[in-house]
């Protein structure tokens, strides 16, 4: 690891930005190596995350391991797969128990300078609209089942649009039988060639 990527691991782990607006004492949790070849772009930590400080350790993430098509022990392998949420830290629930929005600042302060450490991601997951937006841009679509539609188009800069894995969208799996049909396919062709090195 270099130094430069340790001492800003150190520093986001130190991070207090956010926490006069958060429900719960700031708990930054993320998974960083500069030999890693995939980067898993999601939304923020839930709630079982934050409680155990491991990311995608819900069902969510069982969901998400599925998809790819990796082990557990692959999956938190550090050496080869890096999570940064958009927001670091789980943000807490809305009125109807839903999770509420990544913290915005959290993105403005280290994303890019993460990004910029990571020379070697192969593979790019952007699960969810907030990943969407801020990755893509202008080239993100109108809806996000429009840019998960739109996924080969973005393959060419390694990036694939995934909806969040969460049970909430159960029902928009249902509704878009393509994405397991058409999508996970070739993520998973993606995902074995970044694991293997070749």
Same mark, same amino acid.
Request: glycine residues 6%.
């Given at each position: ?6 001492? @800003? #691991? ?8 956010? %926490?006069? %607006?958060? %429900? ?25 995350? +934050? ?9 969510? &993430? ?6 790819? &098509? ?13 999570? @940064? ?30 990004? +910029?450490? @990571?020379?070697? #991601? ?5 699960? &969810? ?61 993606? #995902?074995?060639?970044? @694991?293997?090195?070749?």
């Amino acid at each position: 690891m270099s130094d430069d990527l340790q001492s @800003l #691991i150190e520093d986001m782990r130190q991070c207090r930005l956010c %926490e006069a %607006e958060m %429900e719960r004492a700031p708990n930054p949790i993320f998974q960083l190596s500069d030999s890693a070849r995939i980067l898993v772009a999601g939304q923020a930590p839930g709630n079982l995350a +934050d409680t155990t400080g491991t990311p995608f350790n819900d069902p969510s &993430g069982d969901r998400l391991r599925d998809w790819m &098509g990796v082990s557990r022990e692959e999956f938190y392998d550090r050496s080869k797969l890096a999570i @940064l949420p958009m927001g670091l830290c789980f943000p807490g629930y809305d009125a109807k128990g839903g999770d509420i929005p990544p913290m915005k600042r959290c993105a403005d302060v280290w994303r890019q300078r993460v990004l +910029d450490l @990571l020379p070697r #991601i192969e593979v790019v997951l952007l699960v &969810g609209g907030y990943a969407q937006r801020w990755h893509l841009g202008r080239r993100v679509e109108k809806t996000l089942t429009a840019t998960v539609a739109n996924w080969k188009s973005y393959t060419s800069d390694r990036m694939f649009t995934l909806p969040h894995p969460s049970w909430r969208n159960t029902a928009w799996l249902k509704r878009n039988p393509w994405f397991e049909a058409d999508v996970l396919p070739d993520l998973r062709r993606a #995902i074995r060639s970044a @694991l293997s090195g070749s």
